[in-house]
């Protein structure tokens, strides 16, 4: 066992202790001894280093990984609590023993970051030379798309009347300071974001899901369980709070899809002028073929996910609802703003995952979390302002919505398969040059980086919040 | 399966679980046991445990799945890829760099994809594909000469492109000679399984030598350069040329020929000296002339008679003179002597008055018409040679509807290039080969600032549609910024096109002129 492999060991077993005092501290509701706790933290987190660790390239990337495996420890805990645990969780529906497990979940989150940085940074050494970090970048650039990301979260919070609450933090209840408070902590929050995850990020988009799924995790740890500590008052961890806290969930999500997106334009504006355009490194095509082309195939591969996402709304009658955002009133008129809303949405995907898709599995995962993303921006967002509204991020909201996410779900999927499939032919013909396809390959996202980890938190908690909030 | 690791498998499999809950169970299971699809919330609570249960199952399979494509491995190794390249590919050589010659490359290309078992081979003359439409733009000043050209290594993905000049073919040896460089004293020769003829045409001089020493050709983007320089070297001689006889010679243009090269030219030309007058305050607008010398009673004979009249009369208000039924007799360095006797003193005589297909052809001892092209089959194949192909201006194809043969413009061999590359690849593949069949779609012209003559057949009825003006001209424009090949090249032309609304033309002169 070498060095490297010994310390991320460690870390993950100290981690994994820090982890079970987190959850026994928090109320979490979990019954076990403190003994029977450590114990099981020193298995979960030794497992996670041993099983994960290796691809642990970074802080962040470990983070990720930590956030998945962290989600799949959960639900296995669910499911042995509803099969094999008191005989009141025998009596529940399943759905209401996990919705009396969510502090348990909140708690493995927090455990689950713990480990995942503690194990980042004990493999941190291995990998550091062979990315580059710049620390003043990460945190000008993270910093600034806090800024753009703290302005939409802050909508939500003027609707919310949440700012004076956040001045509370500084014993005032102040809106102006509870205003500059959220953005000093938006800013915080997003070089945070730029100094875990600038050796990770390769393309736009999975910058992007990396920063809703970072901003999930501020869900779970600013607004559920720091805020109230900070505040003086012992966190509320059940489903009813979380519930309330809904449209934070929302505000957090949308938040870190702008910080993602932002500084990966800004990380990759800077790599763009210093580095990809040297002759040396570039694409064949050219950057401005690269991504038009892709546009096209984006735009292209969404007809058929939006064929099938239609039959979705034509049975849950809500193509007449689209319809309102050109001013129609007819399914027809529905049909052809829906399929005209995929196009651009297909397009942007082409845009932003043409370096990310490895094959088809990894298609489909990225195409499912960026359906799952633009049900979030979709109809809970930007679709009640289109009609001249407002957004409503409560989950009496996503509950009449939960039919569109399965079509959003199934969009993605059909748009990443078809998108993966256009693009592999164009590259055929492309790769019979060996040293096109190595320049493409350099640029593409390796096998190996914590794409499955994001995949399986991010659809995880997107698909399953709104079903035990709600 | 390309995940690497069990931990890489396990939660990619329960992430992909989540989407398969959601159509199997919500929908699939539902609508086959006759029920509604139960995507609605209350529907989704009740299917919650089986979305643990998926997401479980989805873990477990991703901890086996490893194992599985392992045992598969060691039982079953992999065959080698279908497309890996045969041992002797089938090779196919084209010869000539212009529209046919590129775009049967670039569909070849796309037509094989990754089948190696098919080598191509491009020889050209030129390294970079000429968008003619647009050549007279560049001698006018309007457009860099290199925005519209596009370099065939760069346009090209898998073939190979060889710069050279074709001595001979040798089509019982299946075999083309290329001519030596410079150092070299043997020739080199290249084999062929099917040889694309695509050598395009030149200038025909109908046997006038003075003429074509005079003359400067406009064929290349050499040529566009050169009489754009040309131009500003004598505006620059003139400035300083007190004789007020010398300096109207130094300013007289003539473009022999009314056909589309010509009138374009003449329209460039003539807004480029013009327009450059304004750095020149010592020469006068009366004395500049730019004269359209063309055989026929009305120019742009490939248009209507109504279009041909309105270039005239737009293009005379401009100050363009036309010498019609009138031939060029003969030349000399100060002089331009017509047919009707007329003498035009002037230092320039540009020649588009006619083409002929190269004259390599004559060596091939195959059969050609009048004009010279090799007379081909419908489906571009020379009869009595398999394996060797025809297209483009050098080129006799049949056309069926009309009973003639196809007119030698750039229209044509982007289609025949794409038939012809379908062909080539059915031959190869021993498939059915097809014949080459089509209506043009009209044609456009400019004829000067913002003006431009089109006329566009309909689809359907096959009846022309004219315009004319400032909407023909941004057709043009639209349309043939559409066909320029590459999208940067578009970029570059487009950039061009726009600054030059806002800021004079570049008259810097980059080819040195002799000081005579």
Redesign the interface.
């Known amino acids: 066992m070498d060095v490297v492999h010994s310390r991320r060991l460690v870390a993950g077993v100290l981690g994994g202790l820090v982890g079970a005092a987190i959850v026994g501290v928090l109320p979490s509701g979990e019954t076990l001894s403190p003994f029977a706790l450590a114990l099981a933290g020193i298995a979960c987190g030794g497992i996670f280093a041993a099983l994960l660790g290796t691809r642990a390239l970074g802080p962040g990337s470990s983070l990720v990984w930590a956030l998945g495996y962290g989600f799949l420890v959960w639900i296995v805990c669910c499911a042995f609590v509803s099969l094999g645990g008191h005989s009141d969780d025998l009596r529940m529906p399943m759905i209401d023993v996990v919705r009396s497990r969510f502090a348990l979940l909140v708690a493995i989150v927090l455990a689950s970051v713990v480990v995942g940085i503690s194990v980042g940074f004990a493999a941190l050494d291995e990998r550091l030379e062979a990315r580059r970090f710049h620390f003043a970048r990460a945190v000008c650039a993270g910093g600034f798309a806090g800024v753009f990301g703290g302005w939409a979260f802050g909508k939500w919070m003027e609707q919310a009347g949440f700012f004076p609450l956040i001045a509370g933090l500084v014993r005032s209840d102040s809106v102006s300071v509870g205003v500059s408070l959220h953005f000093t902590i938006a800013i915080v929050i997003g070089a945070s974001f730029g100094l875990l995850f600038q050796r990770e990020i390769s393309g736009l988009g999975s910058s992007l899901t990396w920063g809703a799924a970072y901003g999930i995790v501020w869900w779970f740890a600013g607004a559920l369980t720091f805020l109230p500590l900070l505040l003086g008052k012992e966190p509320d961890l059940t489903y009813t709070h979380a519930a309330a806290l809904f449209g934070s969930l929302v505000g957090h999500i949308v938040y870190g899809l702008i910080v993602g997106l932002l500084y990966a334009m800004v990380d990759g504006t800077w790599l763009w002028l210093f580095e990809r355009s040297d002759p040396l490194n570039r694409a064949a095509e050219g950057s401005g073929t690269i991504a038009l082309s892709s546009l096209w195939r984006g735009g292209l591969a969404s007809v058929v996910g939006a064929l099938l996402f239609s039959i979705v709304m034509l049975q849950t009658g809500t193509l007449t609802r689209v319809a309102q955002i050109a001013h129609g009133t007819t399914i027809f008129e529905g049909f052809v703003v829906h399929l005209v809303i995929a196009a651009i949405i297909g397009a942007s995907y082409g845009v932003l995952f043409h370096y990310e898709v490895l094959d088809d599995l990894s298609a489909a995962g990225w195409g499912a979390v960026y359906g799952l993303i633009w049900w979030f921006l979709g109809p809970l967002t930007l679709f009640p302002i289109l009609i001249g509204g407002s957004f409503t991020w409560t989950t009496a909201a996503a509950d009449a919505q939960l039919p569109s996410l399965i079509g959003h779900l199934i969009y993605g999927i059909a748009l990443g398969l078809v998108f993966r499939d256009l693009e592999r032919r164009h590259l055929a013909r492309l790769f019979v040059d060996e040293r096109l396809k190595r320049r493409w390959m350099r640029r593409q996202r390796p096998i190996g980086t914590p794409a499955p980890a994001l995949w399986l938190f991010f659809l995880g908690t997107g698909v399953v919040l709104p079903i035990i909030l709600g | ?12 499999c ?3 679980a ?2 398969a809950w ?2 199997i169970t ?2 699939v299971a539902p609508l086959l046991g006759g029920h ?2 139960a ?3 209350t529907g ?3 299917a ?2 089986a ?3 998926w ?2 199952s989805g ?1 477990v399979v991703g901890a086996a799945l490893p194992a599985l494509v392992a045992l598969r491995m060691r039982r079953k190794p992999v065959a080698a890829p279908a ?1 890996e390249p045969a041992a002797e590919p089938t090779r196919v050589v084209i010869v000539g760099g212009g529209f046919a010659g590129m775009t049967t490359a670039l569909q070849l ?2 037509g094989l ?2 089948d ?1 078992s098919v080598s191509i081979t491009l020889v050209s003359e030129a390294n970079a594909l000429l968008f003619t439409p647009m050549l007279a733009e560049v001698a006018g000043s309007s457009i860099e000469p290199t925005h519209i050209s596009s370099p065939l290594r ?1 346009s090209l ?2 073939t190979k492109v060889v710069r050279a000049r074709v001595n001979g073919v040798d089509l019982e040896q299946r075999r083309i000679e290329l001519r030596a460089y410079d150092g070299e004293t043997e020739p080199r020769y290249l084999d062929y399984d099917h040889l694309v003829l695509a050598l395009g045409a030149v200038s025909n001089f109908f046997g006038q030598e003075n003429i074509r020493r005079v003359a400067m050709d406009f064929k290349s983007l050499t040529d566009a350069i050169r009489i754009r320089n040309h131009v500003i070297a004598l505006f620059d001689r003139a400035d300083r040329e007190s004789n007020d006889a010398a300096r109207r010679r130094l300013l007289t243009f003539v473009v022999a020929g009314g056909g589309f090269a010509g009138v374009e030219l003449a329209g460039a030309l003539n807004d480029f000296a013009r327009g450059m007058l304004i750095d020149y305050p010592s020469l006068d607008d009366a004395e500049v002339r730019v004269i359209v010398v063309h055989a026929r009673e009305r120019v742009l004979p490939e248009l209507s008679p109504s279009l041909a009249r309105y270039a005239l009369s737009r293009m005379s208000e401009r100050g363009v003179e036309f010498r019609l039924n009138t031939r060029v007799a003969d030349a000399t360095s100060t002089a331009v002597m017509l047919d009707p006797a007329e003498e035009i003193a002037s230092h320039t005589l540009v020649w588009t008055a006619g083409t002929a297909p190269n004259p390599l052809l004559e060596k091939l001892g195959v059969g050609r018409d009048k004009r010279g092209a090799v007379i081909v089959e419908g489906s571009m194949a020379i009869a009595g040679h398999a394996g060797v192909w025809a297209l483009g201006d050098c080129a006799a194809i049949p056309d069926v509807i009309s009973g003639g043969t196809y007119p030698p413009t750039a229209q044509h061999a982007l289609r025949e290039a794409a038939a012809l590359a379908r062909n080539l690849i059915s031959s190869i593949r021993q498939q059915p080969l097809t014949n080459f069949t089509f209506r043009s779609l009209g044609a456009l012209c400019v004829i000067g600032h913002q003006t431009a003559c089109a006329e566009i057949r309909e689809p359907l009825t096959g009846r022309k549609i004219l315009f004319s003006g400032v909407f023909a001209w941004l057709m043009w424009r639209a349309i043939y910024l559409s066909k320029l090949p ?3 090249r578009k ?1 570059r032309v487009l950039v061009d096109w726009v600054t030059e609304l806002f800021f004079p033309r570049d008259t810097v002169q980059t080819i040195e002129q002799p000081w005579t």
Do not use: H, K, N
């Open positions: 399966m390309r995940t690497s690791s069990v931990g890489d498998s396990i939660l990619t329960a992430a992909l989540i989407p959601s159509v919500l929908i509604p699809p995507w609605t919330a989704m609570r009740a919650f445990p979305l643990v249960g997401i479980l873990g497309s290309e796309a994809g990754s190696q760069t993905r898998r590459g999208f940067e970029v």
